[in-house]
């Protein structure tokens, strides 16, 4: 079964400062990857998504991730952090033993962003 | 195009009522999928549905039924509220790639 952790509940930074969002997924066959970003009371947004090519994905907001299969990896950055970037985030894999119809997500983390 | 459609957005259940969560999608797509949120849990599946007339268990099935009659339907229903299903709930529904899944804007559930 495929599984997702996210480093970190909580991760605090400055405006202007870099954004690292820590994601690790365990899949026994090339996963597609997401990213979600969630502000208080609203909805899912997709930031990027990893199927296939690139590894490199860019995402809305200047957001981006890198797939990197030796770590089992897909952590989100975004260089400058601003304050409307305070929300949560969450990272989340493809289900194969759903046939691809579900994701399976991390517990999330929420970004902090001082000024 | 409207995409899925939640609704209530928000309701407020008395321990042992029922209700049923709504969504419906208008993009075709063949499957469809219900998740709760609950703070430090992340998103868990609870059923989900690849076809009409076909259905599944997620990861927290327990006191939730689904049915899928229809392409464009996938209602949630609690038969006898718990205030353990106080929950925000996403319906979400996708094409057979897999590589896109869009989701509801969510209906915010408590039981008291």
């Known amino acids: 079964a495929q599984s997702v952790t996210q480093l970190g509940s909580h991760v605090s930074v400055s405006e202007g400062a870099l954004v690292l969002l820590r994601c690790n997924y365990s899949s026994s066959v090339p996963p597609y990857l997401f990213w979600y970003v969630q502000y208080p009371n609203q909805g899912l947004q997709l930031l990027l998504k990893y199927t296939t090519g690139a590894t490199l994905v860019k995402g809305i907001n200047g957001f981006e991730a890198e797939f990197k299969k030796s770590e089992t990896s897909f952590h989100l950055t975004k260089p400058s952090a601003h304050m409307s970037d305070a929300a949560e985030y969450f990272c989340a894999v493809i289900n194969m033993n759903s046939g691809y119809s579900t994701l399976t997500f991390g517990k999330g983390t929420m970004l902090l962003v001082s000024p | ?112």
């Open chain 2, 1 to 112: 195009n409207a995409g899925v459609t939640q609704t209530p957005k928000f309701q407020v259940l008395k321990t042992g009522q029922s209700m049923t969560l709504q969504c419906a999608q208008d993009m075709n797509h063949e499957y469809m999928s219900w998740y709760r949120q609950d703070p430090g849990m992340g998103l868990r599946l609870i059923h989900y549905s690849v076809g009409a007339g076909i259905t599944d268990q997620g990861e927290v099935p327990n006191g939730y039924n689904v049915s899928r009659s229809t392409t464009e339907d996938f209602p949630l229903r609690l038969l006898s509220a718990a205030p353990s299903q106080t929950s925000v709930y996403f319906c979400a529904s996708s094409p057979p790639t897999g590589n896109t899944i869009y989701f509801g804007e969510g209906s915010w559930l408590t039981v008291v």
